[in-house]
């Protein structure tokens, strides 16, 4: 299992821009697909999810700003982020698991698989 974030750079407020987790070794609908962030000095938050049915899950700091979807012919889960804040300047990493419990999607200790991480940096 494999993943691979891209995507990531630098934007100023306000701007957009489209993340991608590029995965092999397992199928994107076997899986729950999380995006988490890392901000200095902060600890590692869930930003949001995609189940195995399909359903989305967002925390609350993105929700109706960010939007996570995938693309099963191209292995790839992208996670869309408009009117960036400069708080959402952080590591953006996606995780994969098989199973985990509804309600504990944002639980860091719920993922066996990581991705290396892409920056994001919202700035003027």
């Known amino acids: 299992v494999q993943l691979v974030e891209s995507g990531g750079g630098l934007v100023q407020p306000g701007g957009s821009l489209r993340l991608s987790c590029a995965v092999s070794?397992?199928?994107?609908?076997?899986?729950?697909i999380t995006w988490f962030r890392q901000a200095p000095g902060k600890e590692r938050e869930g930003v949001s999810c995609l189940r195995r049915d399909g359903s989305t899950y967002y925390a609350d700091s993105v929700k109706d700003r960010f939007t996570i979807s995938s693309d099963n012919a191209k292995s790839t889960v992208y996670l869309q982020m408009n009117s960036l804040k400069p708080e959402d300047t952080a590591i953006y990493y996606c995780?994969?698991?098989?199973?985990?419990?509804?309600?504990?999607?944002?639980?860091?200790?719920?993922?066996?698989?990581w991705g290396q991480g892409t920056q994001v940096t919202v700035s003027s």
């Open positions: 995780a994969a698991q098989n199973r985990v419990i509804k309600g504990r999607e944002f639980g860091i200790s719920e993922y066996d698989y």
């Open positions: 070794g397992f199928t994107i609908d076997d899986y729950v």
